[in-house]
């Protein structure tokens, strides 16, 4: 099995010290994304760019201390893409895929982490732009035949059963009706959607609380279960294809999101 972990760390240090170092470095994965990493290069270098077999690959954010991604793997890649926009949010690090291409096949692996929009409406009007960015971005993806895996923190619940109190977040950043059916264009397979797939909901279609990924550190979120699905995997549909196995890891807290864990049937 090729193992594939996605993991918001809301700071790469924060998440060290609660023993998320010592997990990842036991937990048989091939690949991780991790984002908000929150530090620059120099912050990584010889800490945390590598975990026992796992190398990593990172885009930082221009700005201390903000955002950042990165990808954690076993296997070297043919090449490391660094940002989709060439501006924004490039600057503000997002985006990072690996490649691993052979005469016979185009992979792309990628740690993607989408704006929040619940500070007020000028980062709200950021999230639009990003998804404004990437979609066609992705379609560049799809028309070029390569196959990839988009994993990150989207800052996106799609349907009720992906948050619990769906009726009174109707207006709040990350369940607007916008966000939601930008979400149903990229994973929708109908005239105009990019037919992508939802790998979590395909494995386990009705899986409700047990797939909340993110919890508020307000009142008791996480000891009551007031989630939200925030973490994806989605992926082409060749690629989905070969997922055998999901689950939300909750033993240990590294974050205020939980590691999204999913097996596919996949090599390099």
Known sequence: ?????SLNLNGVRSAATKGWLDWAAGAEIDCMGVQEVRAGAEDVAGRF????ELKGHFHHAQKKGYAGVGLYTRHE???VVHGFD?????DEGRYVEMRFDTPARKLSIISAYFPS???GEERQAAKY???DLLRPHLQKLIRAKREFILMGDINIAHREIDLKNWKGNQKNSGFLPEERAWLSGVIGAGR???GLIDVH???RPDDGGEAYTWWSNRGNAYANNVGWRLDYQIATPALAATARTVSVYKTQRFSDHAPLVIDYELSL
Do not use: Q
Not at 1 to 5: I, K
Not at 49 to 52: F, H, K, Q, R, T
Not at 86 to 90: I, P, T, V
């Open 192 to 194: 105009g959607e990019l």
């Open 117 to 119: 929009g619940s500070s």
């Open 86 to 90: 060439g501006g924004e949010f490039d």
């Open 201 to 203: 909901r395909t494995l």
């Open 1 to 5: 099995m090729f193992r594939v972990v």
């Open 49 to 52: 760019d590598a975990i026992g």
């Open 129 to 131: 732009r990003f998804l």
């Open 77 to 79: 890649p043919s090449k």
